[in-house]
Structure formats: structure tokens, C-alpha cells
């Protein structure tokens, strides 16, 4: 069982930079893929980025560019740098990770882009 809990959301003007973490619980951080996606008000939620347990990584195109995932096996954890943001970027961010059968959430952080 893995529990994730992410932080780092805010409030946060145009042009300007958030961090996420998403800090998991348990053993084997190293196995599991990880992914942030997010969830805007009345829309689908959408993947973002996605880390491979070997580092790479990928990014949906509306992000590219201007947001970095990466993790810390040591520390279990992972992060969403988040540079020059724009107002579409708000949403609610959650974390996954996943390995094989198995699928785990955290609870989400809210990030609002607005002046």
C-alpha cells in the first residue's frame, strides 16, 4: 500500500513558477511510474508529465517546455516544476503512482493562475 501526499499549490500570478512534491508512503518507491495529472473545474482530468522508474520522462504539449518532472528515489518523492504559468494552468494537481496492478492517488493541490 502506498499513500501519497502532495503539497506546494498556490495561488500565483502569470509568467510566474510553483513547485509540487508529492511525498509516498512505504517500500519500493523506485518501481512505481509516476505521473502528475490535473483537473480544471468542468473538464476531464488530463496527464501532465509522467517519470519512468529508469528517469525518463514526457510531457503533455501544453506543458512542454515550461514544466519539469523529477524524482528523488532516496526521498521518495517526486516534483512538478512549474515555470512561466498561465491561467489555463489552473487546476487541481494529483499525483499517481503506478506498477502493474497497482494504482494509487493522493488527495490533490489546488494551483490557481491568476492576477
Known amino acids: 500500500q502506498v499513500q501519497l501526499v502532495e503539497s506546494g499549490g498556490g495561488l500565483v500570478q502569470p509568467g510566474g513558477s510553483l513547485s509540487l512534491s508529492c511525498a509516498a508512503s512505504?517500500?519500493?518507491?523506485?518501481?512505481?511510474?509516476m505521473r502528475w495529472y490535473r483537473q480544471a473545474p468542468g473538464k476531464q482530468r488530463e496527464l501532465v508529465a509522467t517519470?519512468?522508474?529508469?528517469?525518463?520522462?514526457s510531457y503533455a504539449d501544453s506543458v512542454k517546455g515550461r514544466f519539469t518532472i523529477s524524482r528523488d528515489n532516496a526521498k521518495n518523492t517526486v516534483y512538478l516544476q512549474m515555470n512561466y504559468l498561465k491561467p489555463e494552468d489552473t487546476a487541481v494537481y494529483y499525483c499517481?503512482?503506478?506498477?502493474?496492478?497497482?494504482?494509487?492517488w493522493g488527495q490533490g493541490t489546488q494551483v490557481t493562475v491568476s492576477s
Open positions: 499517481n503512482a503506478a506498477y502493474m496492478k497497482d494504482d494509487y
Open positions: 512505504g517500500s519500493f518507491f523506485y518501481v512505481y511510474v
Open positions: 517519470i519512468a522508474t529508469s528517469g525518463g520522462t
